[in-house]
């Protein structure tokens, strides 16, 4: 099975070994069909050292903690 990989802009880091990711996914309205964005917050293990305000890469991984089951790839 592939590995889910996402893009996404580092909001918070104001834990030890994790970022929050914020990932904007484009959504079409079911009525209106206009373009919305809807932002998912996740919790990512942090192991390249990037920074708030960076675009990082994220891949999905086996379960680290209660809330943190990715991992930042690289920055992009």
Not at 8 to 33: C, D, F, L, N, R
Not at 58 to 66: G, H, Q
């Amino acid at each position: 099975m592939p590995v889910k990989r996402l893009t996404g802009k580092i909001i918070s880091a104001k834990m030890e070994k994790t970022v929050v990711v914020a990932i904007e996914m484009p959504k079409k309205h079911a009525i209106y069909e206009k373009q919305m964005k809807n932002t998912k917050k996740l919790k990512v293990r942090n192991e390249v050292g990037a920074e708030v305000g960076n675009v990082v890469i994220i891949e999905e991984c086996r379960p680290l903690s209660k809330d943190v089951s990715w991992k930042v790839v690289q920055k992009a």
